[in-house]
């Protein structure tokens, strides 16, 4: 069995989140979703419009992904390779050459995002709307 694994915070989900879900999942037959903690996001400065719990439930619902595990610092990404047995690391290409340093444990893939659609553009579109 080839596993997968990537990581986000899959805030305000999207269509943009289910093709990168889709895609990776099509690079082998498991799909694991490191989903970012509340308390990590806040560590990075960000706020989720919706809570861990609520994300996570969001993410298990799709027919993508396999297993759902918190994320709750950047370096953890080693261990969780090792741990899940991971044969390959997704992540979106606005990261590229950010992770390359997981070569040596497992195939790095940065996939293309969908064009035209972000979390940060519809949450500044539906600011700029209020």
Known sequence: MKRVITYGTFDMLHYGHIELLRRARALGDYLIVALSSDEFNAG???KAY????DRKRMLEAIRHV???IPEHTWEQKASDIGLYQVDTFVIGDDWAGKFNELQA????????????????QIKAELTKAS
């Open 66 to 68: 396999d297993l759902v």
């Open 50 to 53: 919706f809570s861990y719990d």
């Open 105 to 120: 444990q497992c195939e790095v893939v940065y996939l293309a995002r969908t064009p035209e659609i972000s979390t940060t």
């Open 44 to 46: 990075k400065g960000k």
